[in-house]
């Protein structure tokens, strides 16, 4: 085993020798690696190139395929043995190939690669992938080789990926922006419904195969998303026979789960099976404080906040692949998830005439919620491969159907500073919400290969989306009757009906590529407050343009150009106009008369493969008009009530970098660093309102593989200072340490993760407006400490390089 992965490293290393080297006396063997029954390609198979003279078996050259599972490796003149391996498949040994004058291009054609069906107790195979793999317009993410990763969830994971950032509250950036678009398995998702990106929370890490960020997507994808698409794909194994893994984890603060991980693949039947369930009792805190002048006084309050969330969180997924035949494959899945949560919070409100002075009066406020939220998706798929390779038809339908309930109750009490209480400032409210979410797509994919480099695709996207709100707060009268708040007792309808088609085209020329793409979408959306009859109907038609530039210097050296453009529409919380009750001085809430973001965005990218790792930079441009952003006010009693705005626009720019480096065959390096600006134009709102900020985050990966499977990871995070259209959010900085080792004869895993190990990650704000200024400080989640068993049955038969290529 222990030579089965320095071969490996050794083949990454000649994998990314740059092109650019050959001389004259060298030629290039290329082909394409397939699977043989289904015939689809195998994207990082390994290519080994052997010589042998006198029985001396001597590694010259190797690489790696493509996604397309194409590859090309630079060889001298000689004669070579070629051993082709991928992960559950048999490897494949072809020997006696030749490169000479003659032949200085020598095309191995398709090499069809065989699943390995058998089963070896003795041996335990596990695939490696590397963590990063980088291409100029997507990067792909293997999270499973993230330590930290073990007994935590799909927030957690993005956390961990350069470019993306995760505020305390759950709350996703990609380069510094909050407006991006996040999919599950390519598709919309319930987990991002009405929570947005926070309900990822729910989502177990350990369901989670690959993570792709694009950051500036071709007409191809929905126009949503003005920072980019993220595209979480969850597992699903694909080779024959039977496979699974099971996971345990413990932790403190309270942190139990159970996931289970199952594939079985026969002939023409694949079927898979996922299931997770987690207790959680995630414990929070904060402060704010604020100082409010009405013109004739001051006063001052300090609000503190402590609380604990808990719940149970169970996910089942399960899907079957029927292959009519090698190229019509037909996909059904079905997705279920349930929460069950409590959330209890005790606030308390002190008050101030003067600043550090004698409290005048205090105020105990406590929430009681309980939360219900099933939620279901089904997806049907068919896929279709024709004669030509990379002529293909895909068509989905999928369907969403998500239901939360929320029971509150609110408690609050005034007192004078020595602890008595204040008439008529007590009271006993209730809210009960309901929330309907049900969506169906529709969606057909073409692509066809066009002369000899060209490809030329189009498809069509319908969507459509039905939401409901019911919400009612009521009040406790003095007679014990309750009766429902004015303003607080209404339904809430959403409609939203998207019709989107695309087309685009593209080709290549010696060492240039490019891609054209032109989206069309329609969007109908209409608001209702069924007890009001408040009707706010509006639709759009929009052009998304989109354009891909890419000059190869040689095989492991390109530059990329890129153009797109992109939308951000207001959803159900954007525009929903019922507020938050569980704190009594600071109200969110939605706008119904908000106006969706446009966003052109421009990108210079470069990509580099060297010896020992990768390079990966970027300069971005971005120019956002009508930009959506929360903003703050605040009465003359000390109430705040912040809501989304529609300000004049924003433009933004930046570069980052992105690097994988192997100093030596036991320490791998990853870096992240993205420095940016950003000029923030609320004059519309208040004249104020306007910023100027640079800023800039940071994440360096540290792992050391040492003896006997021993496995240590460092993770530093940091996120700077940055001004926003309302004040300043203060700089992040956390840490993250994990440990592994393989046990069980290589079948399991022990993991043990510390996540924020000095509990540093709190957001903290100072936020300014007319007659106000607030400074916040909150910490959502404290340092966590998890442990957890990883055990595995996946198991094929091992075969030595010595059999393959023809030794004894």
Do not use: C
Request: charged share 25%; aromatic share 12%; glycine share 8%.
């Amino acid at each position: 085993m222990k030579d089965l992965s320095l071969l490996s490293i050794i083949l990454i290393f000649l994998a990314f020798q740059p092109a650019a080297s050959q001389s004259s006396n060298f030629g290039e063997i290329h082909g394409k690696v397939v699977d043989k029954e289904g015939k689809d390609p195998l994207g990082f198979a390994t290519i080994s190139i052997f010589t042998d003279e006198a029985g001396d078996k001597k590694l010259i050259n190797g690489g790696i395929t493509t996604e397309d599972g194409l590859f090309s490796v630079a060889l001298p003149q000689g004669k070579f043995n070629v051993l082709v391996e991928f992960m559950g498949y048999k490897a494949l040994a072809i020997n006696e190939v030749s490169i000479n004058r003659e032949t200085r291009k020598l095309d191995l054609g398709t090499i069809g690669l065989s699943a390995d069906t058998e089963n070896l107790d003795e041996v335990v195979v596990q695939g490696e992938k590397t963590l990063m793999e980088l291409s100029l317009d997507k990067r792909i993410f293997n999270v499973g080789k993230d330590l930290s990763n073990a007994g935590r969830t799909a927030n957690d994971v993005l956390m961990n990926l350069p470019s993306i950032s995760v505020d305390p509250e759950g709350g996703v950036s990609l380069r510094g922006s909050s407006n991006v678009r996040i999919l599950v398995d390519g598709k919309p998702s319930g987990l991002v419904s009405f929570k947005g990106s926070s309900g990822l929370q729910q989502l177990p890490a350990s369901m989670i195969e690959t993570v792709e960020v694009i950051t500036n997507p071709s007409a191809r994808y929905e126009a949503e998303g003005m920072a980019g698409v993220i595209n979480i794909i969850l597992k699903k194994e694909n080779t024959q026979g039977f496979n699974a893994s099971f996971e345990g984890t413990v932790g403190n603060p309270d942190n139990f789960g159970l996931a289970a991980n199952l594939n079985y693949r026969h002939n023409k039947i694949n079927w898979f099976i996922n299931y997770g369930v987690a207790y959680k009792n995630t414990p929070r805190e904060g402060t704010i404080m604020q100082e409010v002048n009405n013109g004739d006084t001051t006063f001052y309050s300090h609000q503190s906040t402590t609380g604990t969330v808990s719940g149970i969180n169970n996910n089942i997924r399960a899907g079957l692949d029927y292959y009519f035949n090698e190229n019509s494959i037909l996909t059904g899945s079905y997705l279920w998830r349930r929460s069950d949560s409590r959330r209890l919070t005790d606030i308390r409100y002190n008050d101030y005439e003067v600043e550090g002075g004698p409290l005048q009066s205090y105020t105990l406020r406590t929430q009681d919620e309980d939360e219900k939220e099933p939620n279901s998706e089904f997806n049907l798929a068919y896929k279709r491969s024709f004669e030509q390779s990379g002529h293909v038809l895909t068509g989905t339908i999928t369907y969403l159907d998500y239901w939360e309930n929320s029971d509150q109750v609110y408690t609050q009490n005034g007192f004078l500073p020595e602890g008595t209480a204040i008439s008529g400032t007590s009271f006993y409210q209730t809210a009960v919400n309901d929330e309907f979410d049900r969506q169906w797509l529709f969606q057909l994919d073409y692509t066809k290969p066009i002369g000899k480099e060209g490809t030329f695709e189009t498809g069509f996207r319908s969507s459509f989306r039905n939401m409901k709100n019911d919400f009612i707060v009521s009040q406790r009268q003095e007679s014990g009757n309750f009766e429902a708040l004015p303003g607080l007792d209404d339904i809430f309808l959403y409609d939203e009906n998207i019709q989107a088609a695309y087309a685009i085209l593209g080709n290549k020329h010696d060492k240039f590529s490019y891609q054209g793409g032109l989206r069309a979408e329609y969007t109908d959306v209409t608001t209702t407050l069924v007890t009001s009859n408040d009707i706010n109907p509006r639709d759009y038609a929009n052009l998304f343009p989109s354009a891909h530039l890419t000059y190869k210097l040689s095989q492991d050296d390109a530059f990329q150009v890129s153009y797109s453009r992109r939308i951000r529409r207001p959803v159900y919380n954007d525009l929903s106009p019922f507020m938050t009750l569980s704190d009594a001085r600071n109200f969110f809430s939605g706008n119904p008369d908000l106006n969706p973001e446009y966003t052109d965005a421009f990108e210079l990218g470069h990509i580099k493969y060297m010896e020992k790792g990768s390079i990966f930079s970027t300069v971005y441009y971005r120019d956002t008009k009508d930009k959506i952003e929360r903003i703050r006010s605040v009465d003359e009693e000390g109430n705040a009530t912040t809501l989304p705005e529609n300000l004049i626009g924003e433009k933004s720019m930046g570069f980052e970098f992105t690097t994988d480096y192997i100093p030596v065959e036991w320490w791998k390096l990853d870096a992240n660093f993205n420095l940016f600006y950003a000029k923030v134009d609320g004059s519309n709102v208040l004249d104020t309102y306007t910023a100027d900020t640079y800023s800039w985050f940071t994440r360096l990966t540290s792992r050391f593989t040492l003896a006997n499977g021993l496995d240590i990871q460092i993770r530093g995070n940091y996120e700077g200072r940055r001004k926003v259209a309302q004040g300043v959010q203060k700089a992040i900085s956390y840490m993250d340490v994990s440990a592994s080792k393989d046990i069980m004869n290589g079948r399991g895993t022990l993991i043990l993760n510390v996540m924020d190990v000095f509990n540093s990650r709190r957001n903290r704000y100072i936020f300014e407006g007319p007659g106000f200024t607030t400074v916040g400080d909150v910490f959502p989640r404290k340092r966590q400490i998890n442990l957890t068993l990883n055990y595995r049955i996946k198991q094929s038969k091992a075969q030595t390089k010595s059999d393959l290529l023809g030794g004894e």
